[in-house]
């Protein structure tokens, strides 16, 4: 279900690579690496980021907070890492904002006691609109007239459904707001990779959330919203099945678990608050106390 220390072992891989790509998910991921005592703590961008010449790539299968980026970008550029420059969002990725954020905190509420457990980030909402084919991409944050009809539509859309009050005006303005420093980072990200291949570049596919979560393999409905497993590579990038040359997975040596959902390994005694304490066992991204278990050779 994740958590196994992805972001370490990118960290440590990257070093052989000159591109790192993420194909799914968004901010709900966390992945936390610390170099000489400092902490890092990535949700949007790639993990092997702290690699001065890597590239890294947010691809047309995730979702963007743009806010959060530009605080992941700046958090990084203060630490002394130049990120900017190197950082490509594709143009089909699609952009989450607040009202998602919003639908998603309601909808959890709504499910009482059969609450899904997310992370309040807006994903599962921002991937229902794409599926309802009702999206904002980053392209459309190149045409402001077209952005800001699709951002009142969707707001009044979800407003009268939900019976949320949502305010259209103040999440235009707020990209408005940080939209030059975007749109340097928006590119053709399926061209780039394929023409990268075509270099013989080595590129190392990013993952973001366990097997277990996938949409569609996972034990659902306590999913994430999309295909994490490695077939998301393909569609969540553009990138041809036969071009990916290995696959490395990642576990540990017990199961720990976030949100709800079935664990038939875990502990709720004082073991299990031991394996919580002795592996930092909080989620990355809303610091959520994780449950933990026995290793699981059947889930594994």
């Not at 370490?8 to 610390?34: P, Q």
């Not at 939209?179 to 340097?184: A, D, G, T």
């Not at 590119?187 to 270099?199: E, G, I, P, Q, V």
Request: charged share 25%; with cysteine; aromatic share 6%.
């Amino acid at each position: 279900w994740g958590d196994e220390g992805k972001g370490k072992l990118v960290d440590a891989f990257s070093e052989y690579f000159e591109v790192i790509a993420r194909s799914s998910g968004g901010a709900n991921a966390g992945h936390t690496i610390i170099v000489d005592g400092q902490k890092f703590v990535f949700h949007l961008l790639p993990s092997g980021m702290l690699r001065q010449n890597t590239i890294g790539i947010i691809g047309n299968g995730t979702v963007i907070c743009i806010p959060d980026l530009i605080d992941e970008i700046e958090n990084l550029e203060k630490s002394g890492l130049e990120v900017a420059s190197r950082i490509k969002i594709s143009l089909r990725a699609h952009v989450l904002l607040d009202y998602h954020k919003k639908i998603d905190a309601e909808l959890e509420r709504r499910r009482g006691d059969k609450k899904i457990g997310t992370t309040h980030r807006g994903i599962g909402p921002a991937y229902s609109d794409k599926a309802a084919r009702i999206g904002i991409r980053c392209e459309d944050l190149l045409d402001r007239d077209l952005l800001r009809e699709k951002i009142e539509c969707n707001c009044q859309f979800h407003a009268k459904n939900l019976g949320l009050d949502l305010d259209p005006k103040a999440e235009f303005e707020q990209l408005m707001a940080i939209l030059e420093h975007v749109k340097p980072l928006l590119s053709d990200t399926r061209k780039f990779l394929h023409d990268a291949m075509n270099a013989d570049k080595k590129i190392l596919f990013e993952g973001a959330q366990g097997h277990n979560l996938d949409i569609d393999h996972g034990t659902y409905p306590f999913v994430t919203s999309t295909s994490v497993s490695i077939g998301g590579v393909c569609t969540g990038l553009g990138v041809p099945p036969q071009k990916i040359s290995g696959v490395v997975g990642i576990a540990k040596a017990y199961t720990t678990r976030v949100g709800g959902g079935a664990f038939p390994t875990e502990l709720t005694d004082k073991t299990g608050d031991s394996l919580r304490k002795k592996g930092v066992e909080f989620g990355s991204t809303t610091g959520r106390p994780r449950r933990c278990g026995w290793f699981d050779t059947v889930v594994v």
